[in-house]
């Protein structure tokens, strides 16, 4: 009898308990899901990376420009050609003193084979 009643109670509320668990299951997906409102802060923050990460190739852009303004043959900037020819090409004016740098080279502390060892 009991169970007749429960089968019944079942059969009648099935939609309702259908109804509820799509609304759940659309709820949980709306909270948690790939562009959920949970995870609106890491796309924030993703959107602020790259509105920053623009805004520097902007300035890299119009550095560029700049330089290569003063590069045209309609607006010739000597100063600018021989910034880039000593950085470019490694020249000097004749009256500047170059002084080479060297990386020092990584000793070994074993002595090799062929070499004597310094007393």
Not at 82 to 110: C, F, K, M, W
């Amino acid at each position: 009898m009991i169970l007749l009643s429960l089968k019944s109670w079942l059969l009648r509320y099935r939609r309702f308990g259908l109804v509820v668990a799509v609304m759940a299951y659309v709820l949980v997906h709306a909270l948690t899901g790939q562009n959920g409102l949970l995870s609106g802060l890491a796309r924030y923050q993703e959107w602020q990376d790259k509105k920053n990460q623009l805004a520097a190739l902007d300035e890299h852009v119009k550095e560029m420009q700049r330089q290569t303004e003063g590069l045209r043959s309609t607006h010739l900037n000597l100063d600018l050609i021989e910034e880039r020819i000593r950085a470019d090409l490694g020249y000097a004016s004749p009256t500047e003193q170059v002084i080479v740098v060297r990386p020092l080279a990584q000793e070994d502390p074993s002595p090799k084979p062929n070499q004597p060892s310094e007393p």
